[in-house]
């Protein structure tokens, strides 16, 4: 056992932590970052790697709610919320619910639009500027559809949503389509190509920007339990884990889905709700594969591929820290794959995976100085898009520690806005 004082101390070694590590050491802090896994080993390993500033429309959107009770009744659907009555769930679903109006939805587009261009710029420039290596690509995503009226109704309401925030969208006719992607089967309608779009491998990165911490001085330390914050006078006076005390001048929670539970003891309620996804991943690409990552929009499933890699994944499952695969819902990215492409599988070794995501009831992160504790910065609720947001969640973070303007307005982000 052992005991530090720290200048920053960082709880979570996902992407979002680990990007706060870099950020604050850029803006000359020294950090330690604490995990009871592995770096990236969490919710940050097994998604798809996309970079989506066209993910910039909340999923919180008209319709939703009337589309999810159609999907509740389908075990397989892309939305799935599991049976009985847990409270904090179901709170949780009819907060989502009402952020499901056409205004909200519209008010938090630009928002979401601001923070994904802007972390999109400065991944690109991290990894170019540390020379990560993640299998990087700025090849943008393709959005592929079955049906021609479907494709229209997208295509309008996208291009509405995103051209005047300054993000592009192509309609492609089923020609094109074809033509640029040859691994897809012939019948498909068309697609939506999104070129400001990149993709890279996630763990790849995480690891990679870990060790540049590392080189410059920052401690990771994993395999330590965090077990309680110590609060007097306001401020946090020490984190007691399973390798000790550890105290700090600041601390940053970054803990994902577990988010809500661990500050609910500071006081703080905070409406994350765990939303479960699925991939699966196989050692060797198949022979025809995807030039870009695609969204097989019928069934909201993801294809990424890299060069030592092929990846299927998304859905959505509401069922608290449920830690049992669900072989449907495995069996579902399967199946929808093979409606797509030649060839729906790749080869070698496979993985299934899963991993929960921290939904806010908004669709907007929570990036704020903790309500009623001093020396605590809460960065959580990033959804679907963690790996997306996570360079300027760290540049943001960085900015209230040292308390200098924001590159963005906090507002939208506060704990305190639900």
């Keep these: 056992m052992s005991t530090t004082d720290d200048d920053v101390l960082i709880l979570g070694a996902g992407a979002i932590g680990i990007a706060c590590a870099y950020a604050l050491q850029r803006a000359g802090r020294s950090v330690r970052v604490l995990d009871r896994g592995a770096v990236g080993g969490a919710t940050s390993h097994g998604n798809c790697g996309t970079l989506t500033p066209s993910h910039a429309p909340p999923l919180q959107a008209p319709g939703m709610v009337t589309q999810g009770l159609r999907w ?137 920007l870990a060790e540049v911490v590392r080189r410059d001085g920052g401690m990771i330390e994993t395999g330590v339990e965090i077990e309680a914050l110590e609060l007097r006078d306001g401020r946090v006076e020490c984190v007691r884990t399973s390798h000790g005390i550890r105290r700090a001048r600041d601390i940053v929670v970054a803990l994902g889905p577990w988010q809500a539970g661990f500050v609910r003891s500071l006081g703080i309620d905070l409406p994350i709700e765990p939303g479960k996804g699925y991939s699966i991943t196989y050692a060797e690409p198949p022979g025809q594969v995807p030039t870009r990552p695609l969204v097989l929009k019928d069934a909201s499933v993801c294809v990424t591929t890299w060069p030592h890699g092929f990846r299927l994944g998304s859905t959505m499952e509401f069922a608290g820290f449920d830690t049992r695969l669900n072989q449907r819902r495995l069996d579902a990215l399967i199946s929808a794959s093979r409606h797509y492409l030649r060839e729906p599988e790749g080869g070698g070794a496979r993985t299934d995976w899963y991993g929960w995501r921290p939904m806010t009831p908004d669709d907007l992160p929570i990036i704020d100085n903790a309500p009623g504790v001093a020396n605590v910065v809460l960065a959580g609720g990033h959804g679907m898009l963690g790996m997306s947001l996570c360079a300027v969640t760290g540049e943001l973070v960085a900015a209230l520690l040292g308390r200098v303007e924001p590159a963005l307005d906090l507002t939208p982000f506060a704990a305190t806005r639900f």
């Excluded at 009744?73 to 619910?97: I, K, N």
């Excluded at 938090?108 to 990560?132: D, H, K, V």
């Design 72 to 208: 509740m009744l389908r075990p397989d659907a892309p939305l799935h919320v599991a049976p009985g009555f847990e409270w904090r769930r179901w709170r949780w679903l009819s907060r989502a619910a009402l952020n499901c109006r056409s205004a909200i939805h519209q008010g938090n587009t630009p928002i979401r639009a601001q923070l994904l261009l802007r972390s999109r710029a400065l991944i690109q420039e991290w990894i170019e500027g540390e020379r990560i290596d993640c299998d990087f690509a700025a090849t943008g995503t393709l959005y592929v559809f079955r049906d021609e009226a479907e494709l229209a109704r997208a295509a309008a309401k996208q291009i509405a949503a995103l051209a005047p925030l300054g993000i592009s969208t192509e309609i492609w006719d089923a020609d094109r389509t074809h033509a640029e992607e040859p691994c897809l089967l012939p019948g498909m309608a068309g697609a939506l190509f999104n070129p400001q779009d990149a993709h890279l491998r996630p763990d790849r990165f995480v690891e990679g």
